[in-house]
């Protein structure tokens, strides 16, 4: 691999690459990536964040403008299997390496861009923010209280998402007989997290907003050493009156859900006085008792100290293996230094050795040969020919299925006819009290294009069929809680003994080993347990989740699911058990919080939108009834641009420290100028004169912007969908079918075909693949 991003998404993407064990070549400036010395800094001088991205990569530093620069790079690049890119089109027209040129120079190159709106976008000749992804994609304005200002999720939540993108989208890449290029967008990434709003919206005609963590059924309450989520289903009701154990959750009143909801104010201070005398840890353990899927407001300094952690080596002992999935090698070593030469041979980085070249190279570059079934046309999908088993629910294991239908997987969605997907009677908030059934549109974005089967597996013949579909599938996902699929004989040691290639991925809260493996979790429960929570949301105020409509820990870990079956269809790692915690992948995320905190024992808290580089970095109220716009300035030109705008004399030869400890005094500067102003009149003065910036999108306004249809992050038909998060310059998804009905094809099951899929194919032998990289072996 080779990184050319100074940008924090591409640099994750190419972590990803270095902690599964691939060699990655990060080019840097010649005075080295402006990160290495981004506060906060460890002793060394070093960013933690630096640190925790660049952990295992080998470096080297060159200048692209120059062509000795571009003959190195070029040296590079014929030796790659992918590059990993962060340029905007004027950038990458500037040095020659825009996607297609590098393509077109290298052939068989596979070459990830992430940006901030799309490779030919002109506005990604800013440089990619979280904060400005999630205002323009919709996310933050579901984000924060009612009447206040929008936030965005703590560390750089969509640039990290977009990198699990961008992985998938290598392995799909990857699985084109010529490779391809991979167009990442953040905001549209931000845009196929939030999906949820974009349904309710042209479902209902209603606008969802920000519910934040003090009004609504599932609130925060303030325990005697933090805070805790009060979080369960309307059936679960009896549950909490035993919690709580007072009389004034006994009321007959308090039986019906939606009376419950309108007397809350009758029954809640008893809530918080019963909390008030208990620690958030003692609440969280005793509602788990109770079957109640609570979380309490871990911070980093209990995340070190967590029991679970510990117990899978997530973090121990004052370090860890900071790893987002158990079941395949990672390493954690330390970054390349300045003084590193990615062409010496002592320059491999620490850790388990990765997939290095094996034996000699003449310096050919062999074609790649499609694995077991991989496209072997150009208008062929990605994924056509692999057959994956899907006994996902709800949104974390089905949405996983959905991404890899979309690519041309055959996913076969098993459910029981007496207890299907949930997810097919969910209500659409707003919606009304009618029943749906078989109709919910949440349910037909997760598991459009799939084919649909019942099986009881309870039962002996259930299993039996299991056991035969097994036998002729390549992967299988499940997100049960921890415990039901050895009680149903499909956990993985059983069904390995049926095929022993089986890929089997299980998607858990907190992981299938360790003392709180079996808890019971929403979302919102995951924020606050992987410390998501305690660094978002407004300063010095309670944690603040991504809210019950995002979900948000569900919708990454579909992300990261998709792309490492991917990733073990492409490696063929056969076999293979992914054990993914969504607590722990969402932990991951915070790595360089976490490295801090054990370096100093810092326990940061909720910053609000601001973030260290970037100053200001913050949303400011526009004209009109919660209009907002997102301004993000990282360099002193952007600065004087930005203070020559709004009229303000003063800042505007300033450095960078003095716009960070006088924020208060710019805010309100910028704060009055954009009062004056609508949405639409601040962004484009902000644009013309050059200051990156956003407007805080609603679910209307998005589904209004040509930008998301042109590149299908929404579908229109049958009826409206989320789309895809990824765009190949090769391969155009088509429609996908319409979700199944339950059980819709039993009958074809039984007879021994799959639709789209023609007769299930028999198990493949294990087969040695060539990598395309000279010498190398996958």
Same mark, same amino acid.
């Given at each position: 691999?080779?990184?050319?991003?100074?940008?924090?998404?591409?640099?994750?993407?190419?972590?990803? /690459?270095?902690?599964?064990?691939?060699?990655?070549?990060?080019?840097?400036?010649?005075?080295?990536?402006?990160?290495?010395?981004?506060?906060?800094?460890?002793?060394?001088?070093?960013?933690?964040?630096?640190?925790?991205?660049?952990?295992?990569?080998?470096? +080297?530093?060159?200048?692209?403008?120059?062509?000795?620069?571009?003959?190195?790079?070029?040296?590079?690049?014929?030796?790659?299997?992918?590059?990993?890119?962060? /340029?905007?089109?004027?950038?990458?027209?500037?040095?020659?390496?825009?996607?297609?040129?590098?393509?077109?120079?290298?052939?068989?190159?596979?070459?990830?861009?992430?940006?901030?709106?799309?490779?030919?976008?002109?506005?990604?000749?800013?440089?990619?923010?979280?904060?400005?992804?999630?205002?323009?994609?919709?996310?933050?304005?579901?984000?924060?209280?009612?009447?206040?200002?929008?936030?965005?999720?703590?560390?750089?939540?969509?640039?990290?998402?977009?990198?699990?993108?961008?992985?998938?989208?290598?392995?799909?890449?990857?699985?084109?007989?010529?490779?391809?290029?991979?167009?990442?967008?953040?905001?549209?990434?931000?845009?196929?997290? !939030?999906?949820?709003?974009? %349904?309710?919206?042209?479902?209902?005609?209603?606008?969802?907003? &920000?519910?934040?963590?003090?009004?609504?059924?599932?609130?925060?309450?303030?325990? #005697?050493?933090?805070?805790?989520?009060?979080?369960?289903?309307?059936?679960?009701?009896?549950? +909490?009156?035993?919690?709580?154990?007072?009389?004034?959750?006994?009321?007959?009143?308090?039986?019906?859900?939606?009376?419950?909801?309108?007397?809350?104010?009758?029954?809640?201070?008893?809530?918080?006085?019963?909390?008030?005398?208990?620690?958030?840890?003692?609440?969280?353990?005793?509602?788990?008792?109770?079957?109640?899927?609570?979380?309490?407001?871990?911070?980093?300094?209990?995340?070190? =100290?967590?029991?679970?952690?510990?117990?899978?080596?997530?973090?121990?002992?004052?370090?860890?293996?900071?790893?987002?999935?158990?079941?395949?090698?990672?390493?954690?070593?330390?970054?390349?230094?300045?003084?590193?030469?990615?062409?010496?041979?002592?320059?491999?980085?620490?850790?388990?050795?990765?997939?290095? *070249?094996?034996?000699?190279?003449?310096?050919?570059?062999?074609?790649? &040969?499609?694995?077991?079934? =991989?496209?072997?046309?150009?208008?062929?999908?990605?994924?056509?020919?692999? +057959?994956?088993?899907?006994?996902?629910?709800?949104?974390?294991?089905?949405?996983?299925?959905?991404?890899?239908?979309?690519?041309?997987?055959?996913?076969?969605?098993?459910?029981?006819?007496?207890?299907?997907?949930? /997810?097919?009677?969910?209500?659409?908030?707003? @919606?009304?009290?009618? $029943?749906?059934?078989?109709?919910?549109?949440?349910?037909?974005?997760?598991?459009?294009?799939?084919?649909?089967?019942?099986?009881?597996?309870?039962? !002996?013949?259930?299993?039996?069929?299991?056991?035969?579909?097994?036998?002729?599938?390549?992967?299988?996902?499940?997100?049960?809680?921890?415990?039901?699929?050895?009680?149903?004989?499909?956990?993985?040691?059983?069904? %390995?003994?049926?095929?022993? &290639?089986? %890929?089997?991925?299980?998607?858990?809260?907190?992981?299938?080993?360790?003392? $709180?493996?079996?808890?019971?979790?929403?979302?919102?429960?995951?924020?606050?347990?992987?410390?998501?929570?305690?660094?978002?949301?407004?300063?010095?105020?309670?944690?603040?989740?991504?809210?019950?409509?995002?979900?948000?820990?569900?919708?990454?870990?579909?992300?990261?699911? @998709?792309?490492?079956?991917?990733?073990?269809?492409?490696?063929?790692?056969?076999?293979?058990?992914?054990?993914?915690?969504?607590?722990?992948?969402?932990?991951?995320?915070?790595?360089?919080? +976490?490295?801090?905190?054990?370096?100093?024992?810092?326990? *940061?808290?909720?910053?609000?939108?601001? &973030?260290?580089?970037?100053?200001?970095?913050?949303?400011?109220?526009?004209?009109?009834?919660?209009?907002?716009?997102?301004?993000?300035?990282?360099?002193? =030109?952007?600065?004087?641009?930005? #203070?020559?705008? %709004?009229?303000?004399d003063r800042p505007a030869a300033e450095p960078a420290a003095w716009w960070e400890e006088n924020h208060r005094e710019v805010d309100a500067?910028?704060?009055?100028? @954009?009062?004056?102003?609508?949405?639409?009149?601040?962004?484009?003065?902000?644009?013309?004169?050059?200051?990156?910036?956003?407007?805080?999108?609603? #679910?209307? $306004?998005?589904?209004?912007?040509?930008?998301?249809?042109?590149?299908?992050?929404?579908? !229109?038909?049958?009826?409206?969908?989320?789309? /895809?998060?990824?765009?190949?310059?090769?391969?155009?998804? *088509?429609?996908?079918?319409?979700? *199944?009905?339950?059980?819709?094809?039993?009958?074809?099951?039984?007879?021994?075909?799959?639709?789209? @899929?023609? !007769?299930?194919?028999?198990?493949?032998?294990?087969? $040695?693949?060539?990598?395309?990289?000279?010498?190398?072996?996958?």
């Amino acid at each position: 691999m080779v990184e050319l991003a100074d940008g924090v998404a591409g640099q994750v993407c190419g972590r990803l /690459f270095a902690g599964l064990g691939h060699t990655v070549t990060k080019c840097e400036p010649p005075g080295g990536d402006p990160l290495r010395t981004r506060e906060p800094v460890g002793a060394d001088g070093l960013s933690y964040t630096f640190a925790a991205l660049n952990a295992d990569k080998r470096s +080297v530093r060159l200048d692209p403008y120059t062509p000795d620069g571009q003959n190195r790079l070029s040296e590079l690049l014929a030796a790659a299997d992918v590059v990993i890119t962060d /340029f905007g089109p004027r950038r990458a027209a500037e040095t020659g390496l825009s996607p297609s040129r590098l393509r077109a120079a290298h052939p068989r190159l596979v070459a990830v861009a992430i940006t901030s709106y799309g490779v030919t976008d002109p506005r990604s000749d800013a440089h990619a923010d979280s904060l400005l992804a999630e205002c323009y994609g919709g996310l933050a304005a579901m984000v924060g209280e009612p009447g206040r200002p929008p936030l965005t999720l703590g560390g750089e939540q969509t640039a990290h998402a977009a990198a699990f993108v961008g992985f998938y989208g290598a392995m799909l890449a990857l699985r084109r007989p010529d490779g391809d290029i991979v167009d990442v967008a953040l905001c549209d990434v931000a845009a196929y997290i !939030d999906w949820k709003s974009d %349904i309710v919206y042209t479902e209902t005609g209603q606008i969802p907003t &920000r519910t934040g963590t003090s009004i609504g059924r599932w609130r925060t309450v303030q325990a #005697a050493d933090g805070w805790v989520g009060f979080i369960f289903q309307p059936e679960q009701w009896d549950s +909490v009156v035993t919690l709580v154990g007072d009389p004034a959750l006994e009321d007959p009143r308090l039986r019906g859900d939606k009376e419950r909801f309108e007397l809350m104010d009758s029954w809640w201070p008893a809530v918080e006085q019963w909390a008030a005398r208990r620690t958030k840890r003692e609440i969280y353990h005793e509602a788990q008792r109770l079957g109640l899927p609570f979380g309490y407001g871990a911070d980093l300094a209990d995340l070190a =100290a967590d029991p679970q952690y510990q117990a899978r080596s997530f973090i121990a002992d004052g370090g860890g293996r900071l790893a987002p999935v158990t079941g395949l090698p990672w390493r954690f070593g330390p970054p390349p230094s300045l003084t590193d030469n990615a062409d010496n041979a002592d320059n491999e980085p620490d850790g388990e050795p990765g997939n290095e *070249p094996n034996g000699q190279s003449d310096g050919s570059r062999p074609a790649p &040969r499609p694995t077991d079934g =991989a496209a072997a046309g150009r208008d062929r999908a990605p994924l056509a020919g692999v +057959v994956v088993l899907d006994l996902g629910t709800i949104t974390a294991g089905a949405a996983t299925g959905r991404l890899l239908a979309d690519y041309g997987a055959t996913v076969v969605k098993i459910e029981t006819m007496d207890r299907p997907d949930a /997810f097919r009677v969910w209500p659409v908030p707003g @919606a009304g009290d009618a $029943e749906v059934m078989e109709e919910s549109p949440l349910f037909e974005s997760n598991n459009a294009g799939k084919l649909g089967i019942t099986l009881d597996l309870k039962t !002996d013949a259930g299993r039996a069929e299991m056991r035969r579909l097994v036998a002729r599938s390549d992967a299988l996902i499940e997100n049960f809680t921890v415990g039901v699929t050895r009680r149903l004989g499909i956990d993985f040691p059983t069904l %390995i003994e049926v095929n022993p &290639r089986l %890929i089997y991925l299980s998607l858990s809260s907190q992981g299938q080993s360790g003392p $709180e493996s079996g808890t019971r979790s929403y979302g919102s429960s995951l924020d606050l347990l992987s410390g998501l929570a305690s660094v978002t949301g407004y300063p010095g105020e309670r944690p603040m989740w991504s809210s019950a409509d995002i979900n948000y820990p569900d919708q990454i870990v579909s992300l990261f699911g @998709a792309g490492l079956i991917a990733y073990c269809v492409v490696q063929d790692l056969r076999g293979t058990y992914l054990d993914v915690s969504q607590r722990e992948l969402v932990s991951w995320t915070l790595a360089d919080r +976490v490295i801090e905190h054990l370096d100093t024992g810092t326990v *940061p808290g909720p910053s609000g939108n601001r &973030r260290p580089g970037s100053t200001p970095h913050d949303v400011y109220r526009c004209e009109g009834d919660d209009q907002w716009i997102a301004v993000s300035c990282r360099t002193d =030109a952007e600065r004087t641009a930005l #203070a020559a705008l %709004i009229g303000a004399d003063r800042p505007a030869a300033e450095p960078a420290a003095w716009w960070e400890e006088n924020h208060r005094e710019v805010d309100a500067a910028i704060d009055a100028w @954009a009062r004056r102003r609508s949405k639409e009149e601040c962004v484009r003065e902000l644009t013309l004169a050059g200051v990156p910036s956003a407007p805080v999108q609603s #679910a209307r $306004e998005r589904a209004a912007d040509p930008h998301f249809k042109r590149r299908r992050v929404f579908l !229109d038909e049958p009826r409206r969908q989320k789309g /895809f998060p990824l765009r190949l310059f090769g391969y155009e998804p *088509p429609q996908p079918r319409p979700a *199944p009905r339950l059980g819709e094809h039993d009958a074809d099951l039984r007879n021994g075909r799959l639709p789209g @899929a023609g !007769d299930v194919p028999a198990p493949r032998p294990a087969a $040695e693949v060539p990598s395309p990289r000279p010498g190398g072996s996958v």
